[in-house]
């Protein structure tokens, strides 16, 4: 019952911009945080960004802060991520996932209840 898909993904040029959405079903939207994570080949997993369920606020990792940015549309059960000036460092496969009650500590995100599958972001040189 509960998915989330992400989509957007593709091939981008250095430089360039990709917005990614995660569409979401099967549980209270608004009473979850959102967050977007990535996985390059041969890297760990890493959260990006995250987005609060009760005020709409932010959170970024230092490598995209600046870059990235998360939002989300609650009338739609959709989480956007706006990437600009990607990097070929930028490629992996990006997934979003959804927690009741997410805690951040040093930069890792804690708590996500339901991940969806990814999307391949590929930055070329």
């Known amino acids: 019952e509960v998915q989330l898909q992400a989509s957007g993904g593709g091939l981008v040029q250095a430089g360039g911009s990709l917005r990614l959405s995660c569409a979401t079903s099967?549980?209270?939207?608004?009473?979850?945080?959102i967050g977007w994570f990535r996985q390059a080949p041969g890297k760990e997993r890493e959260g990006l960004a995250c987005i609060s369920s009760s005020d709409d606020s932010t959170y970024y990792i230092d490598s995209v802060k600046g870059r990235f940015t998360i939002s989300r549309a609650n009338a739609k059960n959709t989480v956007y991520l706006q990437m600009n000036s990607l990097q070929p460092e930028d490629t992996a496969i990006y997934y979003c996932?959804?927690?009741?009650?997410?805690?951040?500590?040093?930069?890792?995100?804690?708590?996500?209840?339901?991940w969806g599958k990814g999307t391949l972001v590929t930055v070329s040189s």
């Open positions: 996932a959804a927690g009741h009650n997410v805690v951040i500590v040093d930069g890792h995100y804690y708590g996500m209840d339901y």
């Open positions: 099967g549980f209270t939207f608004d009473d979850y945080a």
